[in-house]
């Protein structure tokens, strides 16, 4: 799944990229909303969303939109009641549940992060980020050069025993794994300035 379409070229790129693979099932996508409206944080203003959100579903036909999501304002005071971003996305919902004619459990919300999953339960998440709390905080230095090493190169660098089996995969799984992992790789990539 895909949670940070904010823009339609971006959606278009990535419905062109996942066809490429002709995978039988469509890729499931989540509309960004900046509930929060900073400069620094992506996603579609909360007024645009439906629209946003009708353009992915109607002409991107290797997507599925299931949901929209949020990252909204680190700082909320939870003393001063219900973060206003969680209540701008549940309003992004009910709009786009009344446009499209659907329920909403028919569209996700992925709010709330490791410092605020608990409150964007309560308040409708039905999906959250909490990499911090499980692997700690990212390190955003600076990255190394990465180097894919096969199981035969461990066994000559004596990382694994000479005599240690190597799980296999068949070519077709290899392949998909890698057509997978390169459009990962290349929707992080891509540099879409334009709204549209």
Same mark, same amino acid.
């Given at each position: ?32 909303? %900046? ?13 645009? $969303? $439906? ?8 002409? $991107? ?20 009641? &219900?973060?206003?971003?969680?209540? $701008?996305?549940? #309003?992004?919902?009910? %709009? ?64 694994? &025993? ?18 997978? %992992?390169?459009?990962?790789? #290349? ?10």
């Amino acid at each position: 799944m895909v949670e940070t379409v904010d823009r339609f070229k971006l959606a278009k790129e990535i419905d062109k990229h996942w066809g490429l693979l002709q995978r039988p099932q469509r890729l499931k996508v989540m509309v960004q909303v %900046n509930t929060s409206g900073e400069t620094n944080k992506n996603g579609v203003a909360p007024d645009n $969303c $439906c629209t946003l959100y009708e353009e992915v579903r109607e002409k $991107c036909s290797n997507l599925e939109t299931v949901g929209l999501m949020t990252i909204g304002a680190f700082d909320h005071d939870l003393s001063t009641g &219900p973060n206003p971003d969680f209540q $701008c996305l549940l #309003q992004c919902r009910e %709009n786009v549940c009344k446009k499209f004619n659907l329920t909403s459990d028919q569209v996700e919300l992925s709010m709330g992060m490791s410092n605020d999953f608990e409150h964007a339960i309560i308040h409708g998440s039905t999906n959250v980020r909490v990499g911090s709390t499980i692997f700690g905080a990212r390190n955003y230095g600076p990255k190394s050069e990465e180097k894919q090493i096969t199981g035969n190169e461990l066994k000559d660098k004596n990382v694994l &025993p000479k005599n240690e089996e190597i799980a296999t995969t068949s070519n077709d799984e290899l392949k998909n794994a890698t057509q997978t %992992n390169h459009i990962s790789n #290349q929707v992080e990539k891509l540099d879409i300035n334009d709204s549209k």
